[in-house]
């Protein structure tokens, strides 16, 4: 069964992406079964594909939620029913100046 195509299926997902966005470090998830943590991950990648096509009608070409969503800048990565949510970063790079 395909995820739904309405932004207000995914008011649970929203509410943990917004978790995840305002804490330091990110969050840990924990589903039920492996079968639920890979539903779940589809989900939230579903509803930030539908934020960026939502957001590219809303926003005009040049602003800079046009065609993306604020979550794009979060990482996500299961291990078994685990799902980790975390902002990118560069902090585990070393970068040397020239």
């Known amino acids: 069964m395909p995820n739904s195509v309405s932004l207000l ?3 649970d997902v929203k509410e943990l992406l917004d978790k995840a966005l305002a804490s330091p470090k990110g969050l840990t998830i924990e589903l039920k079964n ?8 589809s ?3 579903s509803f930030r ?4 096509k939502n957001n590219k009608a809303l926003y005009p ?4 939620l046009h065609s993306t969503s604020p979550y794009d800048v979060l ?9 980790e949510i975390k902002a990118r970063s560069n902090e585990s790079i070393r970068v040397v100046e020239l």
């Open 9 to 11: 299926s995914y008011h």
């Open 34 to 41: 492996v079968k639920e943590a890979i539903r779940w991950l």
């Open 43 to 45: 989900r939230a990648n």
């Open 49 to 52: 594909i539908l934020d960026r």
């Open 61 to 64: 070409e040049g602003h800079t």
């Open 75 to 83: 990482y996500m990565k299961r291990a078994g029913h685990l799902v």
